[in-house]
């Protein structure tokens, strides 16, 4: 939450984090992570608001399809110089790849 909500930060105040999931990748679905503008949200997308540890808070938004594929997924975040950044564990993915990055249902 931390690693997001610093971020977040960086990228001002009307920027939202969008997740969600499309065709591609080694396993047949890939993990999306991008800032858009507040105003790009949409009526039907799920909106979560955080508050990290040190205060600052986010959102996170994501449209309904793709919460079918990501819900109760899990995200961290290391800093390893091999296999760090962001990775996923999705508890609803049949098999993953060997990046992390894409998954299958």
């Given at each position: ?90 508890p ?5 790849c ?8």
């Amino acid at each position: 939450m931390q690693q997001l909500a610093k971020l977040c930060g960086e990228q001002g105040e009307n920027q939202v984090l969008r997740v969600g999931v499309r065709s591609g990748g080694c396993s047949g679905m890939s993990y999306t992570m991008d800032f858009v503008p507040a105003s790009d949200t949409l009526d039907d997308d799920e909106t979560y608001e955080y508050m990290a540890a040190d205060g600052q808070s986010f959102r996170v938004i994501c449209d309904p399809k793709s919460l079918l594929y990501i819900y109760g997924m899990q995200l961290d975040f290391s800093t390893a110089l091999i296999g760090g950044g962001f990775n996923f564990t999705n508890p609803n993915a049949s098999q993953t790849c060997g990046c992390g990055s894409s998954f299958a249902v």
